[in-house]
């Protein structure tokens, strides 16, 4: 029994670990040095990913971080149909309808797999702290030790890249992107609020926002 916990609870520590890096890494970003300078008060967040609940959550942690610096924007979940893909007529009509002047949209793709191998390691403890032993516990067995031993742990990521957009509503030209990875797209909010936190800091730097 105690050997199973020590088991569970080392192979929880180890992925925690993996989990606890940052979920997001900055590839590169793109700038359009000749658009004009000019501010955008309202905008438009679109987001495509594989299901609904990314798509909502990667769109509504933009909103909040922008909120955060003064600027209104309006998820895009709010005015697509959770069964329909967002193509240049939908996000038009969304645009028209929340009366947006920017557009951020977010894309999510798979493009690889990735395999990490963690190290075999031992768990040394002694055999009288646990409950099992108590009824035959003494000075010998108190002090006795167990080593339990935890072999290699194969994890297997997926590899995504997001790409993040801006978009001037009024004339559809491109003014910023930026592209990151990530292998660890099911924790959408920590992927969703590291991405929101770059694009928001670089599009106030720019002076869009």
């Known amino acids: ?3 199973s916990c020590l088991k569970t609870l080392g192979l929880i520590i ?6 606890s890096c940052a979920p997001v890494t900055l590839v590169n970003i793109w700038h359009n040095q000749e ?5 955008f008060h309202k905008l438009l967040v679109v987001s495509i990913a594989p299901d609904t ?3 909502q959550l990667f769109e509504a942690v933009i909103v909040a971080e922008l909120g955060q610096h003064g600027v209104e924007a309006v998820p895009g979940s709010s005015l697509i149909q959770g069964n329909e893909t967002p193509n240049r007529q939908i996000v038009e009509k969304a645009v028209k309808e929340s009366g947006s002047d920017g557009i951020i949209s977010l894309q999510l793709d ?3 797999k990735q395999t990490t191998v963690l190290p075999a390691y031992t ?3 002694a055999m009288g702290w646990y409950p099992d032993a108590f009824s035959s516990w003494n000075f010998y067995t108190y002090y006795d030790t167990s080593t339990y031993y935890v072999p290699p742990t194969v994890i297997t990521d997926e590899k995504w890249m997001i790409r993040a957009t801006f978009f001037d509503a009024g004339n559809g030209k491109l003014l910023w992107a930026g592209t990151f990875k990530t ?3 099911d924790q959408y909010i920590a992927v969703g609020q590291d991405v ?3 694009v928001v800091k670089n599009l106030a730097s720019d002076g869009l926002i």
């Open 110 to 112: 798979r493009v690889a």
């Open 14 to 19: 180890s992925a925690l670990l993996v989990v």
């Open 35 to 39: 658009a004009p300078a000019r501010k």
């Open 1 to 3: 029994m105690r050997a």
């Open 123 to 125: 768990i040394t403890y």
């Open 53 to 55: 609940v990314a798509r």
């Open 183 to 185: 292998v660890r797209p």
């Open 196 to 198: 929101a936190r770059t």
